[in-house]
């Protein structure tokens, strides 16, 4: 029989799509795993604090290329929290500090296979991984634990894309930008 690709009826169940290659993502009460597109990689990842940090938006043109897309989802991930799987040898870095507003060195985490990016890690934020949400193989929690509650770099929002309403607005980064409107 062939996967249940829409959402299930009944929100308290996991959806999880068959997406790739990979296709045997799970999630609990507690934690999750987020695969890359061919399953090479997996990631197993805590759905509360203290390892889960913050969940966001970022509109900042580093972003709109790195994730070829208007935006990136993220949530970042304390380092000891963010475990493996499978894969950690399967992964690349690419890192480069010349256009990251902060001056940071962003350090980005890709499959050496099919190229998806997992994470990020900033060199001002040491020990904290901004894992793409896109990854993450129970699509429930997009819009439930990990729901974004923040949105930074406002300034370079594509103009077609309204503010979420409900979430914190900052001009630049979270880290130290400029509040436009609190979140709920
Ligand atoms: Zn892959
Ligand atoms: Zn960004």
Do not use: A, I, K
């Given at each position: 029989m062939a996967p249940t690709q829409g959402p299930p009826t009944d929100k308290s169940q996991p959806w999880l799509p068959l997406?790739?290659?990979?296709?045997?993502g799970w999630s609990t009460e507690t934690e999750a795993t987020a695969t890359c597109f061919c399953g090479a990689v997996q990631l197993k990842f805590p759905l509360q604090g203290p390892g889960l940090v913050e969940t966001f938006i970022c509109h900042c043109v580093d972003c709109r290329k790195v994730s070829v897309s208007m935006f990136a989802t993220n949530f970042t991930i304390a380092d000891p929290y963010l475990t493996y799987t499978r894969g950690q040898d399967n992964l690349t870095a690419y890192a480069q500090s010349r256009t990251i507003a902060t001056n940071n060195t962003m350090t980005n985490y890709f499959c050496k296979t099919c190229g998806t990016l997992m994470y990020r890690a900033s060199s001002g934020h040491e020990g904290l991984n901004a894992v793409r949400m896109g990854v993450v193989d129970d699509y429930r929690l997009h819009e439930g634990k990990l729901r974004p509650r923040v949105e930074q770099f406002v300034e370079s929002r594509v103009g077609w894309l309204l503010p979420v309403e409900g979430m914190k607005q900052f001009e630049g980064s979270m880290w130290g930008g400029k509040v436009l409107a609190g979140g709920v």
């Open positions: 997406v790739g290659g990979g296709n045997d």
